[in-house]
Structure formats: structure tokens, C-alpha cells
């Protein structure tokens, strides 16, 4: 099983952009889709979720900016991010999660929001 995330960048404060994540050996379609982040000397955070049915979890500091989104499937899960500020600058982690026994990590990208 393997995730791989992609998009990340160097974007100015009040950029945008669009991580995604894909899957080899499971089918996402199928787990908790979640993505977290982790900024240097920080704990890794979660910073968005979405469930088998559709329902989803915001950090509360990107509400209003990030949306987590399904593409179907067996496609790659999204993560939209407006208005980015400093402090989302991190390494973002894709995780899908079914139960303590399947859940899988991606390596991680890094996400950097400068001037």
C-alpha cells in the first residue's frame, strides 16, 4: 500500500493551492480520508477529514479556507487551500484510515507560504 501527496509548493500569503492524494493497493473510496500537517518543532496536527459518507472535520484556524474533497473512489482525495497565511506553512500528510490495522501514510509535502 503506498499514498503519495503532491501539490505542494512556495505560494505568496493570500495564494492558493491544490494537494492530492493518491493510492496504490487499497481503494480510498473505502477508508477516513484525512490530511495533517506538521510545522518544524510542532506536533503534527490534523487538519481536515472526511469520512466513508461525505461528512467532514476542519482545524478550526482553516475553516473558511481549506476544503477536503473525494473524487470518487478510487481517485485522489483533495485538498483545496485558499487564503493561505504563514502559519500553514508545513509538511502535509495524506492518511487513510479504516481501522488500527489499515492505516496508511503518505510522505508528506511541503507546503511554504512567503513573501
Known amino acids: 500500500v503506498q499514498l503519495v501527496e503532491s501539490g505542494g509548493d512556495l505560494v505568496q500569503p493570500g495564494g492558493s493551492l491544490t494537494l492530492s492524494c493518491v493510492a496504490s493497493?487499497?481503494?480510498?473510496?473505502?477508508?477516513?480520508m484525512a490530511w495533517y500537517r506538521q510545522a518544524p518543532g510542532k506536533e503534527r496536527e490534523l487538519v481536515a477529514s472526511?469520512?466513508?459518507?461525505?461528512?467532514?472535520e476542519y482545524l478550526d484556524s482553516v475553516k473558511g479556507r481549506f476544503t477536503i474533497s473525494r473524487t470518487g473512489a478510487k481517485n485522489p482525495t483533495i485538498l483545496q487551500m485558499n487564503n493561505l497565511k504563514h502559519e500553514d506553512t508545513a509538511v502535509y500528510y495524506c492518511n487513510a484510515y479504516l481501522n488500527v490495522y489499515h492505516d496508511y501514510w503518505g510522505q508528506g509535502t511541503q507546503v511554504t507560504v512567503s513573501s
Open positions: 472526511v469520512t466513508v459518507g461525505g461528512e467532514t
Open positions: 493497493g487499497i481503494v480510498l473510496g473505502a477508508y477516513r
